[in-house]
């Protein structure tokens, strides 16, 4: 059980383009789930917490504008870069936090995102 | 303010051997505490938690974890390893739903 899965696995993408990232739980419903940026040989950073059904709230320095999450059911977000560029290129990863007594975070597989 | 100090780096083992991974957090109250682990180019997998109650935590993969809360510590052990553990180990800890990381641990398992 507490199956998370992302789509796409990896994306190529132009510069200036965006990219749409989806997060699913699976097999139980999720409130709340979060996406974190990880760089190569680095810890995850968190980006935002998405809730469902309301705003998501970012971490100090992450762009709402650039990096726009949507929470539209319990078992969906999604991550879009917009206007992506370069230096956006990173290992997206996102979680959803099983709730019901201590809450714990299970990891989708992350997505490989490549700006050209 | 939370945090997690892994201060192991890499960690190369003969397989067979045992291993143990080092977690330190800073935290004003009682921790929830985790074990991932990453493969290359993988998510996270839980490997264990610790909310309270007996100190010694048991894991998936024949990994356990025991919480010193004198010593300020959460380290992940493993009796024999498996060339299948070779990867990367994160330590967190746990507060408001939100997860600090540690900066991981890379695990590299010689045969």
């Known amino acids: 059980g507490a199956v998370v899965s992302q789509h796409p696995s990896r994306v190529i993408c132009k510069s200036g383009t965006s990219v749409k990232i989806e997060c699913r739980s699976l097999?139980?419903?999720?409130?709340?789930m979060f996406w974190y940026r990880q760089f190569p040989k680095k810890s995850l950073m968190l980006m935002a917490t998405?809730?469902?059904?309301?705003?998501?709230?970012?971490e100090q320095g992450v762009e709402k504008d650039k990096f726009l999450i949507n929470h539209a059911s319990l078992t969906l977000s999604t991550l879009t870069v917009t206007s992506a560029h370069p230096e956006d290129s990173s290992f997206y990863i996102c979680?959803?936090?099983?709730?019901?007594?201590?809450?714990?975070?299970?990891f989708g597989p992350g997505t490989r995102l490549t700006v050209l | 303010a939370q945090s997690v100090t892994q201060p192991d780096i890499h960690i190369t083992v003969s397989e067979g051997a045992s291993l143990e991974l080092r977690c330190n957090y800073s935290?004003?109250?009682?921790?929830?505490l985790f074990w991932y682990v990453q493969s290359p180019g993988q998510g996270l997998q839980l490997l264990l938690k610790?909310?309270?109650?007996?100190?010694l935590v048991q894991g998936i993969k024949g990994f356990e974890a025991e919480f010193k809360r004198s010593q300020s510590s959460f380290n992940l052990r493993k009796p024999s390893v498996h060339w299948s553990d070779a990867a990367e180990y994160f330590c967190?800890?746990?507060?408001?739903?939100?997860?600090?990381f540690g900066a991981g641990t890379t695990v590299t398992v010689r045969a």
């Open positions: 979680s959803a936090l099983l709730a019901g007594g201590p809450d714990t975070q299970y």
């Open positions: 097999d139980f419903q999720a409130t709340t």
């Open positions: 998405s809730n469902e059904g309301s705003k998501a709230t970012y």
């Open positions: 935290y004003g109250a009682t921790p929830y």
């Open positions: 610790y909310f309270s109650g007996d100190t």
């Open positions: 967190a800890v746990g507060n408001d739903y939100k997860l600090s």
